[in-house]
């Protein structure tokens, strides 16, 4: 299995601002995806992080508003940009080495944006 | 894209009795069906997955089933004990994404 760290755990941003968020695994992973989970809700899926190319964004996500960075096999960052009230949310990163195999979940980021 | 449907949405089930949490899938093409357990604060972490290529799996007081024709798959806990007590999801493959599509989550009680 992989050990997947995240940074920061939480924060609080006033609206308007960036933040970015990390993940990092501890072994090498074929793939690498972001997803929200708003409180009490279930997960959705942001985008796939593709290593050296741009991410694969799904239905109402923009690369300008969660631009996504990959630069190795081990490492992405998602940013939320000019954050407002609504993007408060937890955000997980996910990685599995096969498609459709077990993927497993860092530990999220739970975002307050005021 | 693929769409999940998951039911009930919460359940509560005495200690020692059985639960069942159904889910339905869109896309007749997808081939595997994890199911998640999140426990409240915590990351969500797999507990049982099944390939299209099968209609039953079992491990330990969990199962899960599928039945391809219908496109819906379910999770059996056998023997609940107070511990099983959290937010279970299904998923599917995402219709042309490489992630996974969730079900909105049932949220399991055991009653002591």
């Known amino acids: 299995s992989a050990v997947i760290s995240q940074k920061p755990s939480r924060d609080i941003c006033q609206r308007g601002t960036s933040l970015t968020i990390q993940c990092q695994v501890d072994?090498?992973?074929?793939?690498m995806f972001w997803y929200r989970q708003q409180p009490g809700q279930s997960l959705t899926l942001i985008a796939t992080?593709?290593?050296?190319?741009?991410?694969?964004?799904e239905s109402g996500f923009v690369i300008d508003k969660f631009p996504i960075s990959r630069p190795n096999l081990t490492f992405s960052t998602l940013t939320v940009s000019n954050m407002s009230p609504e993007d408060s949310s937890i955000y997980l990163c996910?990685?599995?080495?096969?498609?459709?195999?077990?993927?497993?979940f860092g530990q999220g980021t739970r975002l307050t944006v005021v | 894209g693929e769409n999940v449907e998951q039911h009930p949405s919460t359940l509560s089930v005495q200690e020692g009795d059985s639960a069942v949490i159904k889910c339905t899938y869109s896309d007749s093409a997808s081939n595997y069906f994890p199911w998640y357990k999140q426990e409240l604060g915590k990351r969500p972490q797999l507990i049982i997955d099944i390939r299209s290529n099968v209609g039953e799996k079992k491990d330990q007081r969990i199962a899960v089933t599928l039945n391809k024709t219908a496109k819906h798959f379910s999770l059996h806990i056998t023997e609940t004990q107070p511990e099983d007590s959290a937010v279970y999801f299904c998923a599917a493959p995402g219709e042309g994404a490489d992630g996974l599509t969730f079900g909105k989550g049932t949220h399991l009680i055991i009653q002591p």
């Open positions: 072994s090498q992973v074929t793939m």
């Open positions: 996910s990685v599995s080495q096969q498609y459709n195999t077990e993927a497993f």
């Open positions: 992080a593709n290593q050296g190319s741009e991410a694969t964004y």
